[in-house]
């Protein structure tokens, strides 16, 4: 360790402790909106393709939601509205590199956030495994019935 470092030992397990948290929530999320982008590609062609406006409101339907979790890439962080999957990565990032700038112990607001961000990453995939075990289903026996290729999640 570099001699002009002042931290202690305790300072930069504590470091290392929070920065793993946010890496493995950031690696988690990686899939997951993956996934969710290639979703929602193939429900943008599925409903051009689809003749029945109830099949076409159901793809809607199922896109919006998808698009509540997902959110805008590269969107600030706006506490007023619910996090979003864009949100959780920009702060699991912000917070990460915010860690690694220097070797000392994180501030206590930094050490209070990264609690705060892995719960709302964790929401965020149960609302995504929620739509991937429920919604995607449902939709793929509709799709069948109309003849139309069934979304494919890869993992």
Known sequence: MDPRVKATAADLSSQFSLSR???DAWITLAPVMEQVRSIRTQLADLKSRAKDDE????IETL??????VAGTANAPPNPATPPTLATAVTRLRSLFNIIQAVDTAPTT??????P???SETQ?????WRTMDGRDIPA?????????LAVLEIRK
Not at 63 to 68: A, E, F, Y
């Open 109 to 114: 607001q930094t050490a209070a956030a990264v």
């Open 139 to 147: 939709l793929n026996e509709q799709l069948r019935a109309a003849g």
């Open 55 to 58: 099949l076409r409101k159901q």
């Open 123 to 127: 929401s965020l995939i149960e609302r």
């Open 63 to 68: 896109d919006q939601k998808l698009q509540t």
């Open 21 to 23: 948290q946010l890496y």
């Open 116 to 118: 705060e961000v892995l």
